[in-house]
């Protein structure tokens, strides 16, 4: 019987060897990063915005594939890499804070998104929530505990796009839709902590599809104090936080393997 190849990554379930867990950054060029943490990793496949390496935590297999930006291309990664076997997802991102008491460098962990993409919305009708894993999440508080990495735990609101749809102003032309200003203000008061683009989708398909799947942040930006990156050193470290927390919160559910919903 021949291998089956997911079409979209150009991976087969004998090149991951086993691997269930995955590491989920948006970046393709912040792969080899999360790789330097792991043992014998190299590249074994790179199609389109999928570039994947393989590595071991402690003898044991971890795939990291990037699902390049936005809700849709990250359904088509995920979705393939649970049909080659993988069943556990950790998104490593990045991200801009809405909350004043969140700090450039700290971590954001989602434990729940809003749903303002549009991708969600193929897996479950719009009330159905996106809520992370408790699982993940908890090895990712665990691991940024023991790390002694700032963190965050509360709700990220998921958009589609990244200047209109999280109410920016420095686009091309400046202008933000009428039915979308004063979205932040509005997102903030009910205590909504960060923007990125993905978390949402990642959340409600696993949940819809029976699997596990956690998101951590770097905070390279607190748009209570302005919409561009802090610095350099400063997107590096928050960057370098995220892959930390989430490499070692890998390690732990690689000792604990999901208790998932039968299909």
């Known amino acids: 019987m021949t291998d089956k190849i997911a079409h979209h990554l150009q991976l087969s379930k004998n090149q991951i060897q086993g691997a269930r867990v995955a590491l989920l950054p948006g970046d393709p060029f912040r792969v080899p990063l ?3 943490q792991l043992d014998g990793a190299a590249q074994v496949a790179h199609q389109r915005e999928f570039n994947s390496y393989l590595g071991e935590l402690d003898g ?33 991102g990045s991200t801009g804070a809405i909350q004043d008491y969140i700090d450039v ?15 969600s919305r193929s897996f479950a009708p719009p009330e159905y929530p996106a809520v992370s894993n408790l699982e993940v999440t908890n090895a990712l508080v665990e691991s940024a505990t023991t790390l002694k990495i700032p963190y965050h735990v509360g709700i990220t609101a998921s958009t589609d796009t990244f200047y209109q749809g999280q109410e920016r102003y420095d686009s091309f032309t400046g202008f933000v839709p009428q039915h979308l200003r004063g979205s932040v203000k509005e997102w903030q008061q009910l205590n909504v902590l960060n923007f990125e683009m993905e978390a ?10 029976g699997l596990r799947a956690g998101t951590v942040c770097g905070v390279v930006a607190n748009r209570t104090r302005s919409e561009k990156v802090t610095s350099k050193e400063a997107f590096i470290e928050g960057e370098q936080n995220a892959i930390k927390t989430a490499v070692s919160a890998a390690r732990i559910l690689l000792k604990r393997p999901a208790k998932l919903l039968s299909r």
């Open 105 to 119: 460098t700290d971590v954001v962990i989602s434990n729940a998104a809003v749903r303002l993409d549009g991708a």
């Open 34 to 36: 999360i790789a330097e």
């Open 60 to 92: 044991m297999p971890i795939l990291v594939t990037s699902t390049g930006c936005g809700g849709p291309s990250l359904s088509v990664c995920v979705e393939e890499l649970a049909q080659i076997g993988v069943d556990t997802f950790i998104r490593v």
């Open 200 to 209: 949402a989708t990642l959340f409600t398909m696993c949940c819809a599809l």
